[in-house]
């Protein structure tokens, strides 16, 4: 059966929902960053806001677990972990 991906947090820039898909991989959780157009205000790939955003991804089985984990994170004050 395939895996089914959700979001487990939607980001404003590329390069904080790859902080937050790193802080993801590092406790253990399968991640991936998808979502969104990828080119920001200020030109393409990591630079400044996206219009839509930007998604961090994990199987449907680790959801709760990793939402959690990055509000924990994000009250230890991770950069960009809000």
Do not use: C, K, N
């Not at 990591?46 to 924990?72: E, I, K, M």
């Amino acid at each position: 059966m395939p895996r089914e991906w959700v979001a487990a947090a939607t980001y404003a820039a590329v390069y904080e929902a790859e902080i937050a898909r790193a802080v993801l991989e590092a406790a253990g959780f399968t991640a991936r960053v998808g979502g969104g157009a990828w080119v920001g205000i200020f030109g393409a790939g990591f630079q400044g806001s996206t219009p839509h955003g930007v998604s961090v991804l994990v199987p449907s089985d680790q959801v709760a677990a990793a939402r959690t984990h990055l509000a924990l994170r994000a009250a230890e004050g991770v950069p960009g972990e809000e």
